[in-house]
């Protein structure tokens, strides 16, 4: 661990909503319920261009970086994810365009594995639902989004596909918190219909998912920064 970083959390009795969202710099409720603070680690010494992206969106302020965005996606006993890029109105990450992580395209970058709680890496096919996405692959491309994983077991459909770089050190009762608000579901209809539309090539079956494991509230990440530098770990010992 290089360096320890904060996510303050909060949570709002509804999802975001653009007519809903207060100001033109972030800010999905006017008054969230606290959550707690997770506190993680990173691997600055194993994917340091990852890391030094992460910190700079971490301690930006509201409506450049990750302060005032959401976690928008819930996947059940595997991970929690948030930082999708877009608008603030929406609870997204609307940052300044980032410069190129070349750390995408190497394979040195993709060795460490989801084994544990609280591991939390650079999603990628995550962030696309497995399958990829246009630029998820792209040392040009945002690739703001993270996940955290819940345990209780390892997730290894994660692994050689999204980037680990740190690991939470406090706060999993938080992660756990997160993770227990209810998500939308469809109805076993809804999903015998999705699996004929994608059996057929109906490229709108996938698009539909997309709303699927979605939170009924808003996790608003409420603040964030660094707290301190830490004594270096060797990699066998960080994931």
Not at 5 to 11: C, F, H
Not at 45 to 51: A, E, L, R, S
Not at 232 to 238: R, S
Request: hydrophobic share 40%.
């Amino acid at each position: 661990v290089t360096d320890v970083v904060y996510l303050d959390i909060g949570v709002c009795d509804s999802n975001v909503r653009a007519d809903r969202a207060l100001g033109s710099k972030g800010g999905v409720c006017e008054d969230p319920l606290a959550l707690g603070r997770i506190t993680i680690g990173l691997y600055g010494g194993v994917v340091p261009q990852t890391v030094d992206r992460f910190l700079a969106l971490v301690s930006a302020p509201p409506g450049e970086g990750y302060v005032g965005t959401v976690f928008h996606l819930l996947s059940a006993g595997r991970y929690v994810l948030a930082g999708q890029a877009g608008s603030n109105r929406l609870g997204q990450v609307q940052a300044p365009r980032l410069p190129p992580n070349p750390e995408l395209l190497s394979a040195k970058a993709f060795q460490l594995r989801h084994l544990r709680p609280g591991t939390v890496s650079l999603a990628l096919t995550a962030a696309t639902g497995g399958v990829g996405g246009a630029g998820a692959g792209s040392a040009s491309a945002q690739n703001t989004e993270f996940l955290i994983t819940t345990g209780p077991a390892p997730v290894p459909s994660l692994d050689g596909t999204n980037i680990v770089f740190g690991r939470v050190l406090e706060g999993m009762d938080v992660v756990s918190a997160i993770a227990a608000v209810p998500t939308f579901k469809p109805s076993s209809n809804s999903r015998a219909w999705n699996q004929v539309a994608e059996f057929i090539g109906d490229d709108r079956a996938q698009k539909a998912r997309a709303v699927w494991n979605k939170p009924t509230k808003a996790i608003v990440i409420t603040g964030g920064g660094m707290l301190t530098a830490a004594a270096a770990t060797t990699p066998g010992q960080v994931a």
